[in-house]
């Protein structure tokens, strides 16, 4: 029972260059997160999806980040031109859903992404 | 801006001792509470959720939710070292951010031998 999948693990950049991450979210979930870690500070949402949908992006910068869950295939975090304040834990979260229950929420590994 | 506020420790306790980790949260329509555990360097680990009023437990685990007061609690019971982490307390938005979770900074917890 695989859970969410999370790739690459590390990823390094240059100034300028694009970081592309990817999610592959736990079987049977239709809910993606994403969420953003810097060094000694708490989990921040960035965006949430459900295929081919942005249902929530007020957490995403508005300039150089962008996010898709295509009908076939990972989740993808964009971010191009990074800069070294781009540097952190990029966490991808699934969830079968929500509505008016609890919809617990289940990380991946992460993508630890430096720019130098 | 909604919050979620948590005591950064270190808390400190000993081995077989109960460790209770503390939460308060801003927005009094908030429904669902969460904590994670995140080991050094790793992803966070949904250990307990809760969304009534009361006690919920979960072997070694007891969720604590006040929402009058705002406040949700974890108790580990018979704490061991391998507890020792960084516990994150979250809450589910709801409305028109109903998917995502806020986060506390974390305790750091240690378990001493």
Redesign the interface.
Known sequence: NAGVMQNPRHLVRRRGQEARLRCSPMKGHSHVYWYRQLPEEGLKFMVYLQKENIIDESGMPKERFSAEFPKEGPSILRIQQVVRGDSAAYFCASSPGVGTGVYEQYFGPGTRLTVT | QKEVEQNSGPLSVPEGAIASLNCTYSDRGS??F?W?RQYSG?????IM?I?SNGDKEDGRFTAQLNKASQYVSLLIRDSQPSDSATY?C?V?GYG???????????TKLSVKP
């Open positions: 429904q669902s969460f994670y790793k992803s966070p680990e949904l959720f969304y994150l979250a589910k028109g951010s109903q998917g995502n979770l806020i986060f506390g900074k974390g």
